[in-house]
């Protein structure tokens, strides 16, 4: 299984238990964008040199933007790893499982 289907059972688990539980019989069709973006980025093969992580996260936030979607790139390293990895964030409120656009990030708290 590809890592970015992995990530889309992961948000499907994460709507419709745990924190917006309380939310899953809401009109999910907003998250619709988010889904037709994962499984369009996710046909592409990973190649470190000529399409890496990097570059599924840049198509993968002009694809969500298009769709009026907001998204944020986050580059991180593991802890002993040899290179950064880029991250494609999506940011929901978790009080209203409402998804988050237009909004400027002056700081993300790690732990």
């Keep these: 299984m590809k890592t970015l289907e992995k990530i ?3 948000f ?13 019989n809401r009109d ?7 889904q037709k973006t994962i499984e369009k980025i996710s046909q592409t093969e990973y190649n470190i040199d000529s399409y ?3 570059d599924f996260s840049k198509d993968g ?6 769709e009026g979607m907001g998204s944020s ?3 991180g390293q593991k802890e002993g790893a040899e290179n950064p990895h880029a991250f494609l964030g999506v940011w929901i ?3 209203t499982g409402e998804l988050i656009t237009n909004y400027d990030f002056e700081r993300v708290y790690d732990k």
Excluded: W
């Excluded at 999910?28 to 988010?34: E, F, G, N």
């Design 8 to 10: 889309l059972i992961y």
């Design 12 to 24: 499907v688990i994460f709507l419709t238990g745990g924190l917006l539980s309380e939310y899953r």
């Design 28 to 34: 999910l069709q907003k998250y619709v964008p988010l």
């Design 52 to 54: 890496n992580c990097l």
């Design 61 to 66: 936030q002009a694809l969500l933007y298009s």
């Design 73 to 75: 790139i986050i580059i």
């Design 93 to 95: 409120e978790p009080q």
